[in-house]
């Protein structure tokens, strides 16, 4: 066997470009390391709506040796502590999930049985034992300006807007290292084995590579299309399969931003409030089966207000489900193509993160793809059943 010389990742976005840059960082493409090239069509765009993240994002962003001022200036970033689930547990009600961990010593008794027995009064459990709802619901930051890039006092992630960060970790990619192709693939050439033998692309004839990543979204072109790797449905008990998205304006520019994800639990569905730098972006996702689109429209004109009124929601349909062969002989799904779940405590990315993770660590050294292979679809179907 071979050692693997050259990974080729097809589509690009947060899974393309994410997994560009930790694989050339892992792998040293720049000096001379695995070569790693990244082709996307300037025909497809990308869905462009994930803009929540879990706190791995800062040891995934830290590792591919982004500068976090700078991400947070170029993708119009801001904190995310928590989430705060509004409505959820009966209307007008409201609890908060933090990132901090209870404020526990080791050995100490367990929390909850003394906060289930009422000792901590009224407060809701977050409250009690970790003060970062009380950090956020001050406006206050998880960490302070002097604190090192990507730690501070409070466990945080971020809020970003998905295009731009697409953009910034192109630029940063290609710093790494990584080659760029613009290009359509129109045919994906098979081996006798079944494997991916080569790209057939409109503008740059056939590209070959040891690897390929499938991060062409719904589409899963490589994975699905050519290798026929089937997906395991989920619409039986994640009923969520719409969604609609607007791209909110503030009405000041000193308009307070919560440094939390906002969820509020509707008829059929639920809604996302995540605070940009400059806007707000708002989404319904829901059940076809439970609500109309049109009813649909409707709950989340009302939820938004008179700052709706002028603005047109992007429709979503939403394909929830996995495949529990997401590596296939030479070629590994990353993103959408590998699955999709509903976005309630914003698994995209993350999933996203571990998969590149994997590869990155899990590569051979002697070109012997089916242990790594065997290993990460184990990993990545256990992440996928939890969530």
């Given amino acids: 066997m071979q050692p693997i010389q050259h990974i080729l990742i097809v589509g690009g976005g947060t899974a393309g470009w994410l997994t560009a840059a930790f694989l050339a960082r892992t792998l040293g493409t720049a000096a001379g390391g695995v070569r790693v090239t990244l082709v996307e069509s300037s025909e497809i765009g990308i869905i462009g709506v994930g803009e929540g993240t879990f706190p791995s994002i800062r040891a995934t962003l830290n590792a591919i040796g982004l500068d976090e001022a700078r991400f947070v200036r170029e993708c119009d970033a801001t904190f995310k502590q928590g989430v705060s689930f509004v409505d959820w547990s009966g209307l007008g009600e409201r609890y908060f999930h ?32 970790s003060m970062q709802q009380r950090v956020a619901e001050a406006s206050r930051a998880p960490k302070r300006a002097g604190d090192a890039d990507w730690t501070g006092p409070m466990n945080y992630a971020y809020h970003f807007d998905a295009g731009k960060f697409a953009a910034l970790l192109a630029a940063h990619a290609q710093s790494l290292g990584v080659q760029r192709v613009i290009a359509t693939v129109e045919r994906v050439e098979l081996r006798a084995d079944g494997h991916i033998g080569a790209l057939v692309t409109r503008d740059h004839g056939t590209l070959a590579a040891d690897l390929y990543v499938d991060c062409t979204g719904f589409r899963a072109a490589l994975i699905g299309a050519a290798l026929g790797a089937p997906r395991k449905p989920l619409d039986d008990v994640l009923f969520v399969d719409r969604a609609l998205a607007l791209q909110v304006p503030y009405p000041a520019a ?23 730098q400059r806007r707000r972006g708002i989404g319904y996702a829901y059940s076809s089966r439970h609500s109309s689109d049109e009813q649909a429209e409707r709950v989340l004109r009302a939820y938004v207000g008179p700052a709706a009124e002028a603005l047109t929601p992007r ?15 030479n070629c590994v799904a990353v993103g959408l193509s590998a699955g999709f779940l509903e976005p309630l405590e914003s698994s995209g990315i993350g999933l996203i993160e571990a998969a590149a993770y994997l590869i990155g660590y899990l590569l051979p050294a002697d070109g012997n793809l089916e242990p790594a292979a065997r290993q990460f679809n184990e990993q990545m179907r256990v992440r996928f059943e939890r969530i």
């Fill in 315 to 329: 429709f979503l349909k939403l394909d929830t489900g996995y495949r529990e062969t997401q590596w296939n002989g």
């Fill in 254 to 276: 000193d308009t307070p931003i919560p440094s939390c994800t906002i969820s509020t639990a509707h008829e059929a569905g639920w809604s996302w409030d995540i605070g940009l």
């Fill in 98 to 129: 933090p990132f901090n961990a209870p404020s526990q010593r080791p050995g100490a008794p367990e929390l909850l049985p003394y906060w289930l027995l009422g000792e901590a009064g009224p407060r809701g459990f977050a409250d009690a034992v």
